[in-house]
Each structure stands twice: as C-alpha cells, then as structure tokens.
C-alpha cells in the first residue's frame, strides 16, 4: 500500500522540550516538503528537501530543524526555540520539485 | 509577486445544487494550480490539478475547474453537491521559478445542507 504516513497522529509537548514528528514514503520520491497548517490559514513551508542529504529552509524556518539521511524518512524536530509549535503539521512528497505534491494525514502537535 | 486570494471564506449550498468555489491567482508565469480539499483532521487530497493544457480540467469526485487566463481565475464547480463534499477546499498555485514552491490560498469552507 503506498503512500505517505505521519507519526504520531497526535503529539504533546512540554515547555522547553523538543520533540520529532515522523514521516515516511514510500513513493520512491525525491522532494519532501514539511507545512504547518494553523486554525482558518492556509499552509505554510516549513523546510524541504530535493533530494537525499539535502535541506533547504522554507517560509518559518526558525525553531525547526530537519534531516534526510534517508530517501523515504524526511523528519521534523520541534524545537524549545518555537515559542508557538500549536499548530497541525503536514508532510507532503513529490516525484521532484516543482511536480504535484501529495500530502500525509498529519501531525496535531498541542503543548502542555 | 505571486498570490492566490479565494473570494469566499465560507459557502454553504443545499444538497443536490452546484457548487462554485472561487479562486483568482497572480503569477507573473505560466502558472502550474491545484485544487485540495481537507476534510476536519486530514492531511490533503488532490482534485485537480492545471498544467497549461486543456483549459477545462476534470478531477475527482465529480469536481473541475476552468483556468481563465484572461480573468486570472481558476474556479472550482460541481453540479449536484452531496454531503460528503463538505470540507475545507484550497485553490494553490505551483511557483516553477521557485522550485515548485506552493504558494496556498486562505481556504474556502463548504457547507452542504440537507
């Protein structure tokens, strides 16, 4: 079954913690996109990768970090230094930049 | 600069009558643009997609959109809504200069009434 999976579907965070937010496909795409999503808002780039072993910083950057040690794997870290992480947290991937991308079902990160 | 602006924050229809969501861009390129909708708690779901071919473009679930480059539109309509229609929709626009940067409108609400 293939497709794009986010985990976990719901995740807390206490003050001055980071935390990760999972994502995998298994597409066999190159690019892989994260977006924040907040209430009445479209979706704002986070960071995104061409391509394995590559990042670049998208629209809000700050207080997130990223990697892409692995094709299919494009994890999000959370850090202390996003003073306002409540939001839903997309991840999208797609066959290269510039090409449709298609997102996963989403991380709802609320703080504590 | 490119933007997308949906002119309606919320649309509510009755069942079993059109539906018109719309959605003007600004691109100073041939623009690449998507239609997503999001039902409560999920991630997006492509319904068409215009990449400079037919003008007409069909989608899933009975959705399509007409690109109109004189008017800068790219509305979405179906004939008949049905109860399951009702999510939030996203006009988007793909930046080919910028990598393929999404740029998303605001969202426009569908209500579908019985």
């Known amino acids: 079954d293939g497709g794009i999976t986010q985990s976990p579907k719901y995740l807390f965070r206490k003050e001055g913690q980071n935390v990760t937010l999972s994502c995998e496909q298994n597409?066999?795409?190159?690019?892989m996109y994260w977006y924040r999503q907040d209430p009445g808002q479209g979706l704002r780039l986070i960071y995104y990768?061409?391509?394995?072993?590559?990042?670049q910083k998208g629209d809000i950057a700050e207080g997130y970090s990223v990697s892409r040690e692995k094709k299919e794997s494009f994890p999000l870290t959370v850090t202390s230094a996003q003073k306002n992480p409540t939001a839903f947290y997309l991840c999208?991937?797609?066959?290269?930049?510039?090409?449709?991308?298609?997102f996963g079902p989403g991380t709802r990160l609320l703080v504590l | 600069a490119q933007s997308v602006t949906q002119l309606d924050s919320h649309v509510s229809v009755s069942e079993g009558t059109p539906v018109l969501l719309r959605c003007n861009y600004s691109?100073?390129?041939?623009?690449?643009l998507f239609w997503y909708v999001q039902h409560p708690n999920k991630g997006l779901q492509l319904l068409l997609k215009y990449t400079s071919a037919a003008t007409l473009v069909k989608g899933i679930n009975g959705f399509e959109a007409e690109f109109k480059k004189s008017e800068t539109s790219f509305h979405l309509t179906k004939p008949s809504a049905h109860m399951s229609d009702a999510a939030e929709y996203f006009c988007?626009?793909?930046?080919?200069?910028?990598?393929?940067?999404?740029?998303f409108g605001q969202g426009t609400e569908l209500s579908v009434k019985p």
């Open positions: 597409l066999n795409h190159d690019a």
């Open positions: 988007v626009v793909s930046l080919y200069n910028q990598g393929g940067k999404l740029i």
């Open positions: 990768s061409q391509i394995v072993n590559d990042f």
């Open positions: 999208a991937s797609s066959v290269e930049t510039a090409k449709t991308q298609y």
């Open positions: 691109s100073s390129y041939s623009p690449s």
